[in-house]
Every structure is written in structure tokens, then in C-alpha cells.
């Protein structure tokens, strides 16, 4: 076991399951000798050779066609778009064929592939390149949506997508790629849908996921401070969603708050909510609050950009008025 | 004293596209510089070797024309005529920028020059220059609207919707791709095997041409067709300049993938050497002259990079402004 990039996690799983199954492909854009524009296919052109590793022209939606065509006839591709903002050229291969082709099929047919994406700013990428658009996917039933923290369960999660007979929608945040962390010599695919409690605490849950884990994590160190106790939940999968988790850790805390770099509205901290308020309203011991980006565009400006994204120091807030509503004693 | 050349030009006015052409290598040169100290933080795509496609296109053009850009786009900005101050007051991220600091270099946008956008999608202002187009052609003042992109572009499926609908409807619309060779860090021979792009007018009943998009002239010269030609209602053209960027995709890009002395070959056709050689031997123009446009090009970037350092950062409520163009007692609606 040793620490490696999160980037380099991606990396080893590929390589991992392209070995173990020769139908795993890979297309993208720059993604054979360059590796990709972030180096995560790089080798792996070499290793596997060109009916294995596809460069492709810049051509979103033709991409995502040629893997959702090739996944019916039994190919197991991945798609890599670079950011997320650009699968809004493919959204009609994802969201009206890919997502529904078993379920039209009557169950005949099934699509599985993996569409790996980049999100969220790496600072002042502005209006185009910073969005973090994985509720999109949530919100069409079909499409399983995969967004992990750390090293270990990007590798364990990428595996578990790529194994998957659905297509998965796997979200990279652009600001983890260097983060480090430890990863098992060996690693098991994840079961998707099993969120994970990452710190343990009695007067709150933060629900949260990729950066915001941390974001939360570092919110919780603080909080100790002040005598209020954080419990971090890593969501990790979206869709499927681990409700007996989250209700596990409202048993604990029965506060809830989401966290996560996607604009607060209609983000999946809206979903969250609203499952806890439906499911487990009788946990609850206050208002759920959403901490998330403030809901304008990514402007280029720096300090106008950091007004926009959710902060250690909103999230810390947040918890502070979300445990003081309900009159917690520090 | 101007003299009349090359048909129309006289030396003013190629005096003037040299100094355009410098004024953007210098600009490009220079941002680069700013960005390693540090005032610039974001996406550079430098179009360093790409000038004569865009100061030849804009020079065809009249003050009605629109333009849409790319995410190479400083050079057609500053073809257009922009101003080198405002646009490095928005890379530097100061409300004196074209985009008070909300667009950065991807999107810088000068309305009063017609100039509709740079494009952080690959292909994005290709449909939004079709829709220009159709206004011009609703306004019947006998505008036209360009659309510069890429060849990497040409491969995105809205390129052919918008060619085929421009077509058909006889928009006056111009598709200058800028064939650098290069999508990122692939070569175009393996995006596409359509090695000209400007076959591709054919399948949309419009004439494609190919123009030597390291000299501004030829580039002048073929625009000013399609444009005569959109003028008159005759509809669209696909001029594709071959030219070669000298610089990475972007900022810090090492160019791996070229081939060994691909670029030494294209640093000899570098239009800011033999144009202004030309311009010396063929037009007359006298070594002076040029030295002088040097020393005015190098003042001006002095006082538009001075302009930028010295600007202001925006007050954070602004974040918060134009999300809509709508407000409600000032306040933004969400
Ligand atoms: C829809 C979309 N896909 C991919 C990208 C990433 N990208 C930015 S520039 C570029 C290459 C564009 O090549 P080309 O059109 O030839 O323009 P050039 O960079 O050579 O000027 C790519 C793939 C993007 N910005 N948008
Ligand atoms: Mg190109």
C-alpha cells in the first residue's frame, strides 16, 4: 500500500481492467500518444495497441455514439470527455439512447460503458471549462452517476463502472487529480451505491462528495474547536444512492447538511434533501441546509470566482447556524 | 503619399496590415511573459503564426460585419481593431476588461466592433455565426458574418448542420478555417481524412477555396470574394487558410508531437519575416517605415500593459451581476 495520485489511480484501473478484458476500449480525444490532455491514458496506446485505444477526432457526439453502438455489440468502452461542459454535445447519444436503450428495449439490449468526465474549476477556466453538471445525469433514470474522492475508491469505483452493465457516468474533479492518497496493491471493485462515513461525528452529517469531502473534513477540524461534533459522509455514488447509509448517519447526528462544487440549485444536494425530508423526517432535528456554488456562471476573476464556489469557511458557517437553530449547547 | 498597389492596397494600408500583424505577434509574445509573472491566471492559446489569416479576413470587412471567434482568438480581436489595453485588462482579470474580468481569454467579446465572441467550445461559434448571418440577411444592409474556427472544428457536427442550413437559406455568411495543422496535440491527418477542409463546401453546394493563410494578401484577397459574393446574396463561402501555429496549443504545451523540423519549415514562410521583406522589395515600402511601426507596435503594448497592471479588481457583488439581464431593485434574479 502506498500513496499515489488520484490521477494515477484512474490510470491503474484502466490499465487493470483493459487487461483483464480485451473488450474494455478506450476513445477520446488526444487520449493515444499525447495520454490525453491530462496524461491519463498515457502508455496505454503502447501497452494495448490502436484496436484497443482510440484517438479521436474532436467530435463529442460521434464519440459517445461509436461507444454506446460498439457497448450493444458487446465492446465495453470508455469514453473520455475532457470537460464535463463539453458532453452537452453529445447529451442526445447519453440521455435519449444510451440511458434508455435497455429500458425501450423491453430488457433486449443494455449499454455498458463508462463516460468519464472532468469537472469542476482548476481556477479562473471560467465560464466553460469549471461546471460541475453531474445532477444533469442524475435526473435521467437509465444513467448510473459516480463521483469519488480519493485515490482508492476512484480506482475501486472506476473498476466497479467499467464491470457495470449500465452506462455510468464517472466525474473526475479536476482539483483532486493530484491529491494524494493510499491504495490497496490490490483493489476490489467497489459496490456502487455505498456511501462511506470518512469522520464520525454526533451533532451533524455532511453529506458531501469529491472536493467537498475535503472541504468538509477540513469544516469538521474546525468545528471540534467550537465543540460541535461533524460527522463527513462521502456520497461517492450518486445514483445508484445509499439511502440506508445516509439514514444510518442521521440516526447518529439528525442534522443534515450537503456540500458539493455544483451550483446549489437543482444540485444533488436538492435530491439529498429532499430524500431525507420524505424518508427520515423523523430524524431530523432541523431544516436541512445546502452548501454549494452560489448559482451564476464561473467568472474568470479570481476573487469573483471564490464569492461563487462553496468554501471551508461556508460550510463551517452553515454548520454553526444549522446546529444553533436548534439550540445546541457547544 | 500613398501609392497605389496591388490593385486596390495602397502603402498605407499595407503598412497598416504589417503593423496589425505585429501588433498581435507582439501581443501574443507578451501575454505569455505576463502569464509566467504571474498577472494572468486561465487559458492562454497563443496564435502566434496564425496573423495573416487573421488580419487578411478582417481587412475585407466592413464595420457591419460581425465576427465569431475561437479560444485562438486575441488575433482576431486585435484584427478587428480592439484595444491591446482592454484586453490585457481582462486577462489580468480588471473590471477595465472587455468582459469586466467575467470572460478571461476564452470569451472576450467587443461589441462595437462586431466582434460576438471568442468560443471556449470547439465549434461553438459556428451555429451562433449562422444565426448572425441570418440577421444580417434580415436586415438586408448588406452585412455579413464571419465565422473563424479551426480545422479540428470542422469535425463537430454542428460545422455541417450550420453549412448545410447557411447554404440553403443563402446566409451571408463567411467559414474561415484557420488549418494549423494541429487539433491540441493531434495531428489533423489523423482527425480527418479530408485533408482540405475546403472539399467539404462542396457536399453544401458552396464554393470552398484555399487560401495561403500566411499571407495576409492572398487571405485578403479570398475573403473579399466571399464576402462580395454574401454581399450579393449569392450565399456562404469555406475559405480555408493553411497556416501553422509556432507555439504551443496553449501556454506551456511543449509540442511533443511534431515532427522534427516541421516547424524550422514553417518559421521560414512566418508571415511577420516575409511580409514586411515584401513589403521592403516588392511594394517600396522603406526600412524605416517598418523600424518605425516596430517602435509604435512595442509603445503601445508599453501603455496598454500599463493600463491593465494599473486597473481595478471587481467589487465580489458583482458575481452576482448579469447572471440575467433582469433585476429586481437591483438585485439579481435567481
Ligand atoms: C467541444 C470541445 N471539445 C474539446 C475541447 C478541447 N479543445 C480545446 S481546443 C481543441 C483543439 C481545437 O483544434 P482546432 O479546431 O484545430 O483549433 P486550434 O486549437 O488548432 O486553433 C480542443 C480539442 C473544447 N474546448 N471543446
Ligand atoms: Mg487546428
Known amino acids: 500500500m502506498k500513496p499515489i495520485r488520484f490521477a494515477q489511480a484512474i490510470t491503474q484501473a484502466l490499465d487493470e481492467e483493459m487487461a483483464r478484458d480485451e473488450q474494455v476500449i478506450l476513445l477520446g480525444e488526444d487520449i493515444g500518444k499525447p495520454g490525453g490532455s491530462f496524461g491519463i491514458t498515457k502508455g496505454l496506446l503502447d501497452k494495448y495497441g490502436e484496436s484497443r485505444v482510440y484517438d479521436t477526432p474532436i467530435s463529442e457526439e460521434a464519440i459517445v455514439g461509436a461507444a454506446l453502438g460498439a457497448s450493444m455489440m458487446g465492446a465495453r468502452p470508455v469514453v473520455e470527455i475532457m470537460f464535463n461542459d463539453f458532453a452537452a454535445l453529445a447529451m442526445d447519444q447519453i440521455v435519449n439512447q444510451a440511458a434508455k436503450i435497455h429500458y425501450m428495449s423491453g430488457g433486449r439490449l443494455s449499454a455498458p460503458l463508462v463516460i468519464r468526465m472532468l469537472c469542476g474549476t482548476n481556477g479562473s477556466t471560467a465560464g466553460q471549462h469549471s461546471q460541475s453538471l453531474e445532477a444533469w445525469f442524475t435526473h435521467v433514470p437509465g444513467l448510473k452517476v459516480v463521483a469519488p474522492s480519493t485515490p482508492a475508491d476512484a480506482k475501486a469505483f472506476l473498476k466497479a463502472a467499467i464491470r457495470d452493465p449500465d452506462p455510468v457516468m464517472f466525474f473526475e474533479q479536476r482539483m483532486l487529480y493530484n491529491t494524494k492518497g493510499e491504495v490497496p496493491d490490490e483493489v476490489e471493485p467497489a459496490r456502487l451505491a455505498e456511501g462511506k462515513v470518512v469522520r464520525e461525528g454526533s451533532d451533524l452529517t455532511i453529506a458531501a462528495y469529491m472536493k467537498g469531502v475535503h472541504q468538509a473534513l477540513e469544516a469538521a477540524e474546525i468545528l471540534e474547536r467550537d465543540g460541535i461534533s461533524a460527522e463527513v459522509w462521502d456520497v461517492r455514488s450518486l445514483v445508484p444512492f445509499d439511502r440506508d447509509g445516509l439514514r444510518a448517519s442521521l440516526e447518529r447526528t439528525g442534522r443534515l447538511m450537503t456540500v458539493h462544487e455544483a451550483v446549489v440549485r437543482s444540485g444533488f444536494g436538492a435530491e439529498i434533501a429532499a430524500i431525507a425530508a420524505e424518508e427520515m423526517f423523523d430524524l431530523l432535528k432541523a431544516p436541512v441546509r445546502r452548501v454549494g456554488a452560489h448559482p451564476t456562471p464561473h467568472p474568470y476573476a479570481p476573487q469573483l470566482e471564490s464569492t461563487m464556489l462553496p468554501s471551508v469557511e461556508r460550510i463551517v458557517e452553515t454548520a454553526r447556524e444549522l446546529v444553533g437553530a436548534t439550540e445546541k449547547v457547544a | ?334
Open chain 2, 1 to 334: 503619399m500613398t501609392t497605389a498597389v496591388d490593385g486596390r492596397l495602397d502603402q498605407e494600408t499595407l503598412v497598416g496590415l504589417f503593423e496589425r500583424m505585429l501588433l498581435i505577434r507582439r501581443f501574443e509574445e507578451r501575454a505569455s511573459e505576463y502569464r509566467l509573472a504571474g498577472h494572468i491566471p486561465g487559458f492562454l492559446h497563443p496564435c502566434i503564426g496564425q496573423e495573416a489569416a487573421a488580419v487578411g479576413t478582417c481587412a475585407a470587412l466592413g464595420p457591419d460585419d460581425v465576427i465569431l471567434s475561437t479560444h485562438r482568438g486575441h488575433g482576431h480581436m486585435l484584427a478587428r481593431g480592439a484595444d491591446p489595453g482592454r484586453m490585457y485588462a481582462e486577462l489580468y482579470a480588471r473590471v477595465e476588461g472587455y468582459n469586466r474580468s467575467k470572460g478571461g481569454s476564452l470569451h472576450m467579446i467587443d461589441t462595437d466592433l462586431g466582434f460576438l465572441g471568442a468560443n471556449g467550445i470547439v465549434g461553438g461559434g459556428i451555429p451562433i455565426a449562422g444565426g448572425a448571418a441570418l440577421q444580417q440577411k434580415r436586415r438586408g444592409q448588406g452585412g455579413v458574418a464571419v465565422s473563424f474556427f479551426g480545422d479540428g472544428a470542422a469535425n463537430q457536427g454542428a460545422f455541417h448542420e450550420v453549412l448545410n442550413l447557411c447554404s440553403l437559406w443563402k446566409l451571408p455568411a463567411i467559414f474561415v478555417c484557420e488549418n494549423n495543422l494541429y487539433g491540441e496535440f493531434t495531428a489533423q491527418s489523423e482527425q480527418s481524412p479530408v485533408a482540405d477542409v475546403a472539399d467539404r463546401a462542396a457536399a453544401y453546394a458552396m464554393p470552398g477555396v484555399i487560401a495561403d493563410g500566411n499571407d495576409v494578401l492572398d487571405v485578403r484577397e479570398k475573403v473579399a470574394q466571399a464576402v462580395a459574393r454574401a454581399r450579393a446574396g449569392e450565399g456562404p463561402t469555406l475559405v480555408e487558410c493553411k497556416t501553422y501555429r509556432h507555439r504551443g496549443h496553449y501556454e506551456g504545451d511543449m509540442c511533443a508531437y511534431r515532427p522534427e523540423g516541421e516547424l524550422e519549415q514553417w518559421l521560414e514562410r512566418d508571415p511577420l519575416v516575409t511580409f514586411p521583406a515584401r513589403l521592403v522589395s516588392e511594394f517600396g515600402v522603406p526600412e524605416e517605415e517598418i523600424e518605425a511601426v516596430r517602435a509604435q507596435v512595442e509603445q503601445r503594448l508599453d501603455e496598454a500593459a500599463e493600463f491593465a497592471a494599473a486597473g481595478t479588481f471587481a467589487d465580489p457583488a458583482e458575481t452576482f451581476e448579469h447572471v440575467y439581464v433582469d433585476s429586481i431593485e437591483g438585485k439579481a434574479l435567481r
